[in-house]
T-cell receptor, first 116, second 111 residues
Framework: NAGVTQTPKFQVLKTGQSMTLQCAQDMNHEYMSWYRQDPGMGLRLIHYSVGAGITDQGEVPNGYNVSRSTTEDFPLRLLSAAPSQTSVYFC???????????????FGQGTRLTVV | GENVEQHPSTLSVQEGDSAVIKCTYSDSASNYFPWYKQELGKGPQLIIDIRSNVGEKKDQRIAVTLNKTAKHFSLHITETQPEDSAVYFCAASDNNNDMRFGAGTRLTVKP
């Protein structure tokens, strides 16, 4: 049971480039989310999905797109990378939305992204 | 929306001592308060959580207390060990909103 798998682990982009961060979970979780972690700011929600075909914006969605075509996969796309997007990105999944069912969120190991 | 504040940002203790991390939240509708531990190079991992109908919960050396009236909750680690060194995050959520995290506390346990 792999849990939540993120790829790549490290990435360097030039300003203006685009890329997709991959996230896959094998726990049949309905709820998946993307966070960014910046020093002194904790984890901030970028986008989330309550099930296949359904996505919504979180606290800091600008500059990012997501899609959820299957239960297992939830990729995060950077359309035109900016230095302000330099961060560590975490994907998480849980059985349901955290508040509604109060269930544990499982996190991937993170992607460290640097935009130069 | 919910705002979670966490203190202190860094905490250094001697092995065997206790460590306490405190969080406050703003939304009185919040009813779920998890604590996550993040080790270097890894993603956060749930270590304990508490719901609003409970005032205290213990799991071996870890305990969490919740004061709904004052809107604050705390993590207590007793008999600290070097492997407790990590970054700890508190969070809060309710039935209609997603989790909001505190800024984190870097705990160092000196042998």
């Amino acid at each position: 049971n792999a849990g939540v798998t993120q790829t790549p682990k490290f990435q360097v982009l030039k300003t203006g480039q685009s890329m997709t961060l991959q996230c896959a979970q094998d726990m049949n979780h309905e709820y998946m989310s993307w966070y960014r972690q910046d020093p002194g700011m904790g984890l901030r929600l970028i986008h989330y999905s309550v099930g296949a075909g359904i996505t919504d914006q979180g606290e800091v969605p600008n500059g990012y797109n997501v899609s959820r075509s299957t239960t297992e996969d939830f990729p995060l796309r950077l359309l035109s990378a900016a230095p302000s997007q330099t961060s560590v990105y975490f994907c998480a999944s849980s059985y349901s939305r955290q508040g509604a069912m109060n269930t544990e969120a499982f996190f991937g190991q993170g992607t460290r992204l640097t935009v130069v | 929306g919910e705002n979670v504040e966490q203190h202190p940002s860094t905490l250094s203790v001697q092995e065997g001592d206790s460590a306490v991390i405190k969080c406050t939240y703003s939304d009185s509708a919040s009813n779920y308060f998890p604590w996550y531990k993040q080790e270097l190079g890894k993603g956060p991992q749930l270590i304990i959580d508490i719901r609003s109908n409970v005032g205290e919960k213990k799991d071996q050396r870890i305990a969490v207390t919740l004061n709904k009236t004052a809107k604050h909750f705390s993590l207590h680690i007793t008999e600290t060990q070097p492997e407790d060194s990590a970054v700890y995050f508190c969070a809060a959520s309710d039935n209609n909103n997603d989790m909001r995290f505190g800024a984190g506390t870097r705990l160092t346990v000196k042998p």
